[in-house]
């Protein structure tokens, strides 16, 4: 694989790494019960990138239709206001 997968939307406000979309340099995808970005934080400061262009670093999530080699190899992802990947898909 020679991409990485976008983060096209993230509606997770409360998280530092969002202004606007997801200023992070790589989120990871794990969770427990739910797909989730773990990568999620609620501080009192905005970080990350100047612009959103997130993506994904990593998808734990051996499950998922998308992952490959444990990178996500969807086209993009989209992130709901509970950080949980809605792109997420069972195999």
Request: include cysteine; aromatic fraction near 4%.
């Amino acid at each position: 694989m020679s991409t990485v997968s976008a983060v096209k939307a993230c509606a997770t406000t409360s998280c530092a790494y969002n202004a606007d979309g997801c200023t992070a340099f790589a989120v990871t995808i794990a969770g427990g019960e739910k797909p989730s970005c773990v990568t999620f934080i609620t501080l009192d400061a905005r970080g990350g990138l100047q612009t959103a262009a997130g993506q994904v670093g990593a998808c734990q999530r051996l499950e998922c239709a998308h992952n490959k080699d444990l990178m996500c190899a969807a086209e993009g992802i989209e992130v709901t206001d509970t950080a949980t990947c809605a792109t997420y898909e069972v195999r």
